[in-house]
């Protein structure tokens, strides 16, 4: 406690005792208080404060992994000239080579249950692909599908192109059936599919509005079909729209092509339109 009254500290250090004299403004009189003192311990230059970093905290969330971009698909892996390959490009300037003479490998009779009024067969893997797209029309939409050509060797597409140049004349058969040599049908691939009951022919639009034919247009891809002559790409295949001819390409190309929207192989492959024959 502190001494009321005082006007005066005196300080002095004697080693480690402090002695204080203080002086009393009322009486005059002086007390002396002796304290122990410690040594001054010499403190160090002011620095510049250490930042620290705020801490950092995990959820133990881990970034989302993105999964690789899907490889291109490669035009290559087929070839578009041999053929017996399921991409072979046939069109009116690309003629099946040695045509006259050429028969594809491996041709089949198609299911029995599958309606076929002209026996015509088909490749192996056409004939397989055909006979499942056959039973999902009918598990889908009722529809049993009618195989109304397949295969057609040289020899009977001439007799079919001479007969529609009768009906039609050589520009109005053009449109409609190819020149011997140069026909999807020869492939074994190419197939014109009707349906029972369509009540529609292999010529004109009118298969296209039915049932059986707008879902086959929606859903052929799925089973490796593409719709050959589409309605507006007359002047890239050279033919008029025909809903009913159908060409099997695979699986693979046939939903690449879906998924692009590209409806003809001349324009996926990067060829040159085919309007017209070339002589």
Not at 81 to 96: E, Q
Not at 202 to 216: E, M, N, R
């Amino acid at each position: 406690m502190l001494i009321a009254g005082l006007a005066a500290i005196v300080l002095v250090i004697v080693g480690e005792t402090a002695l204080f004299t203080a002086t009393n403004t009322q009486n005059g009189g002086t007390a002396s208080i002796v304290a122990d003192a410690k040594p001054q311990v010499a403190r160090p230059p002011a620095t510049a404060p250490m930042i620290i970093p705020a801490p950092t905290f995990s959820t133990g969330a881990t970034e989302p992994v993105q999964p690789p971009a899907p490889a291109a698909f490669d035009k290559t892996a087929r070839s578009i000239d041999d053929p017996t390959s399921i991409w072979f490009v046939v069109n009116k300037t690309r003629p099946i080579p040695d045509a006259a003479a050429y028969v594809p490998p491996d041709l089949v009779a198609l299911r029995g249950d599958i309606p076929n009024p002209n026996g015509f067969p088909l490749r192996q893997e056409a004939a397989d692909a055909l006979a499942v797209m056959a039973d999902a029309a009918t598990a889908e939409i009722g529809q049993q599908l009618v195989a109304q050509s397949g295969y057609r060797s040289f020899g009977v597409q001439t007799n079919a192109y001479n007969r529609y140049v009768g009906q039609l004349g050589t520009a109005g058969a053009e449109l409609t059936s190819a020149r011997p040599g140069f026909s999807e049908h020869q492939t074994g691939m190419g197939i014109d599919i009707l349906a029972v009951g369509s009540g529609c022919p292999v010529d004109g639009p009118c298969f296209g509005d039915t049932t059986a034919g707008q879902w086959l247009a929606a859903n052929a891809y799925r089973f490796g079909f593409l719709l050959r002559y589409p309605a507006d790409k007359t002047a890239v295949t050279g033919y008029e729209y025909e809903p009913w001819h159908f060409r099997y390409i695979g699986v693979d190309l046939a939903a690449e092509m879906h998924t692009q929207g590209v409806t003809t192989l001349e324009e996926f492959f990067g060829l040159p339109a085919a309007p017209a024959y070339l002589d």
